[in-house]
């Protein structure tokens, strides 16, 4: 118990001479020990590479859970899992939430309609991606979330007690120069010459006593200050070592963000490539516009009579379609397209190819020509120039 006590006010007693240093630095009435250049540039670096990196996972983090509710949900999840020991079970994600929501709509309505049917092949492209999406979160935790954590939570904890540390024994070093200082200025007024016109011895031996006594503690101040100093120099050498690493930091976040550039590319060339398949297959569907619009004109008894079925109509023959001498346009291909049949024509992104409309085509095509070769072309998929 004597120990505890005696450790304690020891520690009460090196907090106040800090804090008493400290408070005088401020003020302007004691001198401080300056870092050597080389080691402020190191600790100013740090700094930034703190600062930068918080705010780089921070907002990774919203970009990979942009709800920010979700957000603190997920992690105060994950949080319980770590500390059970527990495997996180996988989330789903938006898009796979909508393509689920879009399936049972279509179940509703009826597949074989053609807004059910629609509604079938979005809602499966969408759990695609949700699937995509899923696999670029997964990717880009590991690859760029975790190292940017374990910096933060890591290296930068200890990197910041380092700095404390090396604080604290800069005070201790200032305090015991001021120390020094008091001292060696108390002996010397006590060191001057005795009056030999004293006539009071006892008052001479008072002043020879203090004298021995001040010689004294300059003594042990300088023998506090030789500790002060060393204690100072080894701190501050581990610190510099670790603020150097700082360097190697910057070179494994690197790789990092080289990873999470090629995950996020892969994940929009997937998400790229789901929605050029969606718009094929849409377009492989009947057009349920054209249905609804005959089916509104014609009447229940003329139907048959006027115009007849619509399935029953002669199809257009692109072969002996003309292009008109007047109205052709020039149009830039944005996505490759597979025909789906003999009247359509295939397009490679990018190529230049000659469009126009004719009569009674749809609103949704164009009779696109290249070279000897015609089809039948989605206007989705085309830029029109001139």
Same mark, same amino acid.
């Given at each position: 118990?004597?120990?505890?006590?005696?450790?304690?006010?020891?520690?009460?007693?090196?907090?106040?001479?800090?804090?008493?240093?400290?408070?005088?630095?401020?003020?302007?009435?004691?001198?401080?020990?300056?870092?050597?250049?080389?080691?402020?540039?190191?600790?100013?670096?740090?700094?930034?590479?703190?600062?930068?990196?918080?705010?780089?996972?921070?907002?990774?983090?919203?970009?990979?859970?942009?709800?920010?509710?979700?957000?603190?949900?997920?992690?105060?999840?994950?949080?319980?899992?770590?500390?059970?020991?527990?495997?996180?079970?996988?989330?789903?994600?938006?898009?796979?939430?909508?393509?689920?929501?879009?399936?049972?709509?279509?179940?509703?309505?009826?597949?074989?309609?053609?807004?059910?049917?629609?509604?079938?092949?979005?809602?499966?492209?969408?759990?695609?991606?949700?699937?995509?999406?899923?696999?670029?979160?997964?990717?880009?935790?590991?690859?760029?979330?975790?190292?940017?954590?374990?910096?933060?939570?890591?290296?930068?904890?200890?990197?910041?007690?380092?700095?404390?540390?090396?604080?604290?024994?800069?005070?201790?070093?200032?305090?015991?120069?001021?120390?020094?200082?008091?001292?060696?200025?108390?002996?010397?007024?006590?060191?001057?010459?005795?009056?030999?016109?004293?006539?009071?011895?006892?008052?001479?031996?008072?002043?020879?006593?203090?004298?021995?006594?001040?010689?004294?503690?300059?003594?042990?101040?300088?023998?506090? %200050?030789?500790?002060?100093?060393?204690?100072?120099?080894?701190?501050?050498?581990?610190?510099?070592?670790?603020?150097?690493?700082?360097?190697?930091?910057?070179?494994?976040?690197?790789?990092?963000?080289?990873?999470?550039?090629?995950?996020?590319?892969?994940?929009?060339?997937?998400?790229? %490539?789901?929605?050029?398949?969606?718009?094929?297959?849409?377009?492989?569907?009947?057009?349920?516009?054209?249905?609804?619009?005959?089916?509104?004109?014609?009447?229940?008894?003329?139907?048959?009579?006027?115009?007849?079925?619509?399935?029953?109509?002669?199809?257009?023959?692109?072969?002996?379609?003309?292009?008109?001498?007047?109205?052709?346009?020039?149009?830039?291909?944005?996505?490759?397209?597979?025909?789906?049949?003999?009247?359509?024509?295939?397009?490679?992104?990018?190529?230049?190819?000659?469009?126009?409309?004719?009569?009674?085509?749809?609103?949704?095509?164009?009779?696109?020509?290249?070279?000897?070769?015609?089809?039948?072309?989605?206007?989705?998929?085309?830029?029109?120039?001139?």
């Amino acid at each position: 118990m004597d120990f505890n006590v005696k450790k304690l006010a020891s520690g009460a007693g090196l907090f106040f001479t800090r804090a008493v240093q400290y408070t005088e630095e401020k003020l302007g009435q004691a001198e401080k020990t300056e870092l050597d250049a080389h080691l402020e540039n190191l600790m100013s670096r740090a700094d930034c590479t703190k600062n930068w990196t918080e705010k780089i996972y921070r907002q990774t983090e919203v970009l990979l859970q942009p709800n920010p509710i979700d957000h603190t949900g997920a992690r105060i999840e994950e949080f319980l899992y770590e500390k059970f020991d527990m495997k996180a079970p996988s989330r789903v994600t938006n898009a796979e939430l909508l393509g689920l929501y879009m399936e049972g709509a279509a179940q509703e309505f009826g597949a074989a309609t053609p807004y059910g049917s629609t509604l079938l092949k979005v809602g499966e492209c969408e759990k695609r991606l949700g699937a995509v999406e899923k696999e670029f979160i997964q990717t880009s935790a590991i690859s760029l979330l975790t190292p940017l954590r374990n910096f933060l939570e890591g290296d930068w904890r200890t990197i910041s007690k380092e700095r404390r540390l090396l604080e604290n024994l800069r005070l201790d070093l200032d305090a015991c120069k001021a120390r020094l200082k008091k001292a060696k200025l108390a002996e010397a007024k006590t060191a001057v010459a005795p009056d030999l016109n004293e006539t009071r011895p006892r008052n001479y031996v008072l002043s020879a006593s203090a004298s021995a006594l001040w010689t004294e503690e300059v003594e042990k101040a300088e023998q506090d %200050l030789r500790l002060a100093q060393t204690e100072f120099d080894r701190q501050a050498e581990v610190t510099r070592l670790l603020l150097e690493g700082i360097s190697s930091t910057h070179i494994n976040h690197l790789r990092c963000l080289h990873e999470f550039v090629e995950a996020q590319a892969a994940y929009y060339k997937h998400c790229h %490539l789901h929605m050029q398949e969606l718009q094929r297959d849409l377009g492989r569907l009947p057009d349920a516009f054209a249905l609804n619009s005959l089916h509104s004109v014609v009447t229940p008894g003329s139907a048959a009579e006027d115009i007849g079925s619509p399935l029953e109509a002669e199809p257009l023959k692109i072969e002996e379609v003309q292009a008109p001498a007047t109205g052709t346009r020039k149009a830039k291909v944005l996505y490759d397209y597979d025909a789906a049949d003999s009247s359509e024509l295939s397009l490679l992104a990018d190529e230049l190819i000659t469009v126009y409309t004719v009569p009674g085509m749809d609103s949704d095509w164009l009779v696109g020509e290249r070279g000897n070769q015609k089809g039948k072309v989605p206007v989705t998929y085309l830029e029109l120039l001139s």
